[in-house]
């Protein structure tokens, strides 16, 4: 893989639900050791996006590459080479979130022993590791995020696709989590995440990309998205057009 | 093979740390009776054939035995929608995983939907190994047998549940389901005759080219090479046929599949009517509740199959009963037949109506318990939908069997509705308890259920007997007092006592849910371990 090879490069895709395209055309270079935000209201094709790239959803059309491997053909040497945080729903909930973590590394290929001690480790970072024998089904929202994002990290992937990672995140676990993904990224890993937390995405992210009803409709670095908006907050309502969205009901 | 390995791990230890919690004393009991009874079988067969002096009738009964077991393997789960512990390939797609093993994965899981099978294949097995005058190949051919039947099953299953899940060819696909189902009762014997398709199939001398009595041949020895290779050729075809099925599996996008367009979703105003009738006919929040159940329901993949296949598959499945009337039984499915498809679609509609009322629709449980309606209510909605679609199920059974000029007459229909009155009280009595003691988390959009055919069978065969207790009691009192008067009489003591045993079901029910509903949300919320169970 050379120098300049983009961690991901999406040509054109398109994901048609019935007669409705949920992601329609789109074009998008993330290069190597950025922090990518994708950003997007509800609805907007963000998760089928994602879902594409973590090959859990094959696209109607259009082209996919990952760290210059093209999606679905090279699929399982890109999959060895990503982190995922996908949506919680993919996790195994009558595990332990050490058994989780520790499966995922053996699936990526840690030999049993290293896994675990792997896991172990990653249970403390994540401040997991005080209730050794509860279930996952029994985490919270935010517990849930973190084993998940613990997982990613176990075989130290080149790239990860996050799904709304510090969605139910206290305060602290998030710093802890954002600090370790600058330091991924510090490293020469690329991270691309989906998140409704825009006050994140503005500390964390160098470029932004904003997707509304399958398009993308801004791309760019932080600052340009930013442009003379306080913050990226309004720039993202100005760029969606919903300035004027919060008009109430008459009876409410 | 580490990531078989650690997918099995994953799964031992998702059982692990789910039966415990989830009533193991149960589960083993009835696994126990169930497997027991299969075992028995297995042990009958060793002795059978272990004995040469049964050697000539094991020639006779063999082709069709194993024929039968290929029906049992392949079509009983089918039957009760039900294909076996299935590999959550939603969830494991995300990994790097090759295809080869996920595929030898769902290979060995197809065991689950015919472990009976195996049971009594191993006791064929041993017993030929032990009779001189039976061939020393038994054990490669039942092996092969096996192993036919096993890859054949992931294709078979794949290659249904896709097609199922298509939202606009699945009712296709139904219809050619039932006809195929009915294939085998044209090729049925017809007054004691085989019919000459029948004798093609499982004959002694039956054509050689089937896999079952190529299987047949090598344990008794005959035309050892050639059988073999019959064998090998199944094998291997069915082999390219299910990797060819499960790669398309891997590569199926359901949502996408199930995606209307936005011409299709222009609701029919009759479908509107019908989804709005609870609320016309009941105030709420039991109109709302019971409206919100026929919106679900009718929308679920799962609920439709089981609902079609009530008077579809029941229908067609009891049918050769009847063109053998001679004998007891003959008679008694000519006098019944009404009765017996109208309790087999209640069997096959007990786990969208009973069992689980709530597993169903999961996310909605959490509402149940805040939503500013009493829990009583909310199950009266439960079985009063279910009472509802069974009545549908029923009248449309009833209709069909007019318009096949069945024998009916009004005291065999009115027979047939006061049995399923009172089985009905009874089910709804045991669902209730059930559904908050023993709430499990199902997903709708299966079609097809993933417990093993096995498992669900046991569970009927552990609780049926009881529900079915007091309508055997009404058959035994016409049996004793020669009269249908009898019949009714005792059908009419057991709908009081049914009654009386609802309501005291549903007052545990709602206590029950009330003090453990933390435990209830909990495990409704819950998904499974790698392969979905």
Not at chain 1, 158 to 169: I, T, Y
Not at chain 2, 108 to 124: D, F, P, Q, S, Y
Not at chain 2, 504 to 511: E, G
Not at chain 2, 520 to 528: E, P, Q, R, V
Request: hydrophobic content about 50%; some cysteine; proline content about 5%.
């Amino acid at each position: 893989m050379g120098e300049q090879t983009p961690a991901i490069e999406i040509r054109d895709l398109r994901k048609v639900y019935g007669d409705k395209a949920a992601v329609d055309g789109l074009t998008l270079t993330v290069p190597q050791g950025c922090f990518f935000g994708f950003l997007g209201p509800n609805g907007a094709g963000k998760t089928t996006t994602i879902k594409m790239l973590m090959g859990l959803a094959p696209p109607t059309s259009g082209t996919i590459e990952l760290l210059g491997l093209p999606m679905p053909e090279r699929s399982l040497d890109i999959k060895q080479q990503i982190g995922l945080v996908p949506d919680e729903s993919m996790l195994f909930d009558h595990l332990t979130g050490g058994e989780f973590i520790e499966f995922v590394g053996r699936i990526y290929g840690l030999d049993r022993s290293t896994a675990r001690a792997r896991a172990d480790e990653l249970l403390d970072l994540f401040e997991l590791g005080y209730m050794p024998k509860k279930l996952i089904a029994e985490y919270s929202k935010g517990m849930r995020k973190r084993v998940a994002m613990a997982a990613a990290l176990i075989h130290r992937p080149k790239l990860f696709l996050m799904d709304e990672p510090f969605e139910g995140v206290d305060a602290v676990g998030a710093r802890m989590m954002k600090d370790i993904l600058l330091d991924q990224v510090r490293h020469g890993a690329t991270i691309f995440l989906t998140s409704h937390v825009l006050e994140v995405v503005e500390r964390l992210c160098e470029r932004v990309g904003i997707i509304h009803e399958g398009k993308l409709i801004a791309e760019g670095p932080m600052s340009e998205m930013r442009g003379t908006a306080e913050t990226l907050e309004d720039a993202f309502v100005r760029a969606l057009g919903m300035e004027h969205a919060a008009e109430t009901l008459d009876w409410l | 093979m580490t990531q078989i390995g650690a997918i099995f791990w994953a799964q031992w230890r998702t059982l692990y740390h789910f039966y415990p919690r989830r009533g193991v004393a149960w589960s083993a009991i009835v696994g126990l009776i169930w497997y027991g009874v299969w075992a028995g079988v297995a042990i009958v067969m060793l002795r059978v054939f272990s004995n040469p002096a049964q050697v000539p009738t094991i020639r006779i009964a063999l082709p069709g035995g194993l024929l039968l077991m290929f029906l049992y393997w392949q079509v009983v789960p089918l039957i009760l929608a039900t294909t076996g512990s299935s590999l959550d390939l939603r969830k494991l797609r995300a990994y790097p995983i090759p295809d080869s093993q996920l595929f030898s994965i769902e290979v060995l899981l197809r065991i689950t939907a015919g472990i009976e099978m195996v049971l009594v294949l191993i006791g064929i097995t041993i017993g030929a190994l032990l009779n001189p005058a039976l061939g020393k190949w038994s054990l490669l051919a039942t092996a092969a047998y096996v192993t036919f039947n096993l890859i054949i099953a992931v294709g078979l299953r794949d290659m249904l549940a896709r097609l199922l899940a298509r939202k606009r060819i699945r009712e296709l696909v139904f219809f050619f389901l039932v006809l195929a189902a009915a294939l085998p009762q044209l090729l049925m014997t017809r007054r004691g005759m085989m019919s000459p398709q029948l004798h093609l199939l499982i004959a002694r001398d039956a054509w050689e080219g089937w896999p079952w009595t190529a299987a047949s041949n090598m344990v008794l020895g005959i035309r050892m090479l050639p059988s073999f290779a019959v064998l090998s050729a199944w094998t291997l075809g069915s082999l390219l046929f299910s990797r060819w099925q499960f790669s398309r599996t891997l590569a199926f996008d359901a949502d996408a599949a199930n995606a209307s367009s936005s011409e299709a979703s222009r609701r029919s105003w009759w479908i509107e009517w019908f989804y709005r009738l609870p609320s016309m006919l009941l105030k709420d929040p039991l109109g709302a509740l019971i409206e919100k159940e026929f919106r679900f329901l009718v929308r679920s993949p799962r609920f439709r199959l089981v609902f079609l296949m009530g008077f579809t598959f029941g229908l067609v499945l009891w049918l050769p009963m009847v063109f053998v009337p001679r004998g007891p039984l003959g008679e008694f499915f000519v006098q019944n037949y009404l009765t017996v498809v109208c309790v087999y679609s209640l069997m096959l509609m007990s786990d969208v109506c009973f069992w689980n009322a709530f597993g169903f629709d999961r996310s909605a449980a959490q509402f149940y318990f805040l939503a500013p309606v009493s829990f009583r209510r909310v199950m009266s909605g439960k079985n009063l939908t279910g009472l509802f679609f069974l009545l549908v199920e029923i009248a449309v059974v009833t209709g069909v069997c007019v318009m096949l000029r069945m024998p009916l007459g009004v005291r065999r229909v009115t027979e047939a509705y006061s049995v399923a009155a009172v089985i009905t009280i009874f089910l709804f009595s045991a669902g209730n308890l059930l559904s908050v003691r023993h709430a499990r988390a199902v997903n709708p959009a299966n079609s097809f259920r993933t417990g093993a055919a096995g498992r669900l069978q046991a569970t009927l065969f552990a609780i049926y007997p009881v529900v079915f207790a007091p309508v055997l009691l009404a058959y035994l009192a016409r049996y004793a007092f020669g009269t249908q008067t009898a019949l009714f009489v005792v059908l009419a003591i057991d709908a009081i006592a049914g009654m009386i045993v609802y309501r005291v079901s549903l007052d545990s029910a709602v206590q029950t849910a009330d003090r453990t509903r933390e435990t209830m949300i909990a495990a409704l919320s819950a998904g499974d371990g790698p392969i979905a169970d």
